[in-house]
């Protein structure tokens, strides 16, 4: 096999920017089927975006024996039933984030990639961009000190109130939805899992949250910040501060820096501006997730990582009063 033959669950406005534009500059991909629950609208995707076969289910495209991978980039609360049905089918697995609903839920698709040896790799496509190793890169040289601080922050409006990041029942709220990058680079910056010292949540309906504010400490010391919001008078924010005692990085948008970012590094000798250079991050993804299944390269974001940031979400919910997410997943 010199090439993933991808089919994608859903048509879903995120396909395009995230898996067909890059498809067609990254050789080891190849997009070949849709599914969507409305089979008018998935022709129409399959039509505007040039893939070749289109499927009535759900079902049926992740039985179809000509393809290799799935994307999957359903609700958050459909997550885990369908990549455990992916790879139960034989299939790989492009999961979009947040993992699961849960960690429990994590947990069993974890164990499905484990018994089937199949590549299940969840889509925290900032990782895979040259900032995110910039980061660690300066982190590791000393050249802020001591690690003592990681604060990360992911905000925007969403005023559609029927939108289905909203909706419970399919795991929905700023934590899950824009705060889960949030956790992901605190942890990442860390290097160390988190426990959370307190957590304040201000809730659109019951049980779901529009802002989530959470306090961290880490077992090496370092204590992290992190704030998500889809509704309230933080318009927008996209920040992460990485502090040392002696100097500190100061980012501008690290989920999506090929698009405009800005990363400030402030040390006793003076402050700088960096440029990170490098193509979009879904590209970098893509790249590594063929990587993963065509030659068995390891992946940044494999099941045990996914596992461990589903633990942040669900304690910080825990914290700030809040039941975690429930999934489909028995």
Request: net charge positive; glycine share 8%.
């Amino acid at each position: 096999m010199d090439r993933v033959r991808i089919g994608v669950l859903g048509a879903a406005r995120i396909v395009p920017g995230a898996l067909t534009k890059p498809a067609k500059t990254v050789d080891e991909a190849e997009v070949v089927a849709v599914a969507a629950r409305d089979p008018e609208r998935a022709r129409a995707f399959a039509t505007k975006h040039g893939i070749a076969r289109v499927h009535d289910s759900y079902d049926a495209l992740v039985a179809d024996p000509d393809i290799d991978a799935v994307y999957n980039p359903l609700p958050n609360g459909l997550h885990g039933e369908w990549t455990v049905k992916a790879l139960d089918a034989g299939k790989h697995v492009l999961c979009e984030k947040p993992f699961t609903a849960n960690a429990a839920e994590a947990e069993v698709v974890a164990a499905a990639a484990a018994r089937t040896g199949l590549v299940v790799m969840e889509a925290f496509h900032w990782r895979y961009h040259p900032l995110a190793a910039r980061v660690l890169d300066i982190v590791d040289s000393g050249e802020i000190g001591e690690l003592r601080r990681v604060e990360a922050a992911m905000a925007f409006p969403l005023f559609k109130s029927s939108d289905i990041r909203w909706q419970l029942d399919l795991a929905g709220g700023a934590l899950m939805d824009a705060g889960c990058y949030a956790v992901h680079q605190v942890r990442t910056f860390a290097r160390s899992e988190p426990e959370v010292v307190g957590a304040k949540a201000k809730q659109k309906s019951p049980g779901v949250d529009r802002v989530m504010d959470a306090e961290l400490r880490f077992a090496n010391g370092v204590t992290g910040h992190v704030f998500a919001s889809m509704w309230s008078s933080t318009i927008l924010a996209l920040k992460a501060n990485v502090i040392g005692d002696t100097g500190r990085i100061d980012i501008f948008n690290a989920t999506q820096p090929s698009l405009f970012h800005r990363f400030k590094v402030t040390t006793p000798s003076g402050k700088r501006r960096e440029k990170i250079a490098g193509n979009a991050t879904y590209w970098y993804q893509l790249k590594a997730f063929c990587a993963a299944v065509l030659r068995g390269e390891p992946t940044l974001t494999p099941p045990p990582e996914s596992i461990a940031n589903m633990r942040a979400i669900d304690a910080i919910y825990t914290a700030a009063g809040m039941a975690p997410r429930t999934g489909r997943l028995a």
